[in-house]
């Protein structure tokens, strides 16, 4: 007879990411990154619940089923300073597992955030506590402590981005980034180079000069109608 699967899977925690790798992204927006990277972005359905937040922290992900949030609420006493909760619903957008006691919790912990691959509730309570989040939306149908089970620091799927434990998170509001530590050092710098070089260009926009001209995009639709005359 095959063996049961285990109820609950709980892995350690993950190593912090670098505080001066956190330091690099703090300055950098998911969108100078979306300027030459493809991949680790999540839906853009995945929405900021308070504006203006700007988040970068370690990931650290849950993975429970519809209506059972009784791995969250363990979750939530394991969360360190600067961590980053994603929360994998299964597929379930009816149940929101994330309302004003939970956020309560995840702010006492010192978390950065969290990133919901589902609707929350009590979204003025969540605001007026200023934690950070992104979700799918709102519902008024909520988890409960079922003891049905979950998975706790393993690799999840959220908002169609796949997030491991220990993987950078940068969230703004412009969208939700995950990446690997490994490729986030080259992000930063690249990302940041290009907010510098936009901001310049803009200055240049605002003084007279065509976006079309600084951009070359000018050049290239004014030389394919010169060859199209022959």
């Not at 597992?97 to 309560?104: A, E, S, Y």
């Not at 706790?152 to 959220?158: G, I, Q």
Request: glycine share 12%.
């Amino acid at each position: 007879m095959p063996a049961k699967p285990p109820k609950y899977v709980v892995n350690p925690m993950p190593a912090p990411v670098p505080a001066a790798l956190l330091e690099k992204l703090r300055k950098v927006e998911t969108a100078s990154i979306g300027h030459f990277r493809h991949i680790g972005f999540m839906d853009n359905s995945i929405k900021p619940l308070i504006d203006g937040k700007h988040i970068v922290g370690t990931a650290v992900t849950v993975a429970i089923p519809g209506q059972d949030s009784t791995l969250l609420h363990h979750a939530l006493g394991l969360l360190r300073s600067g961590d980053v909760l994603v929360i994998d619903r299964l597929g379930d957008t009816k149940h929101a597992c994330f309302g004003g006691g939970v956020c309560v919790a995840a702010k006492a912990s010192g978390a950065a955030g969290a990133i919901l691959d589902g609707p929350c509730t009590d979204p003025s309570e969540i605001r007026r506590e200023d934690f950070p989040l992104w979700c799918r939306g709102i519902s008024p149908i909520t988890t409960r402590v079922y003891d049905i089970g979950g998975s706790m620091n393993v690799t999840v799927t959220c908002g169609g981005a796949a997030v491991s434990p220990g993987d950078v998170i940068l969230a703004d509001e412009n969208g939700v980034l995950v990446m690997p530590v490994a490729d986030a050092e080259a992000a930063a710098e690249e990302g940041w180079t290009r907010q510098e070089r936009s901001g310049k260009s803009q200055d240049r926009v605002r003084k007279g000069e065509k976006i079309g001209d600084i951009s070359g995009a000018t050049a290239k639709v004014l030389a394919a109608l010169a060859a199209e005359k022959g």
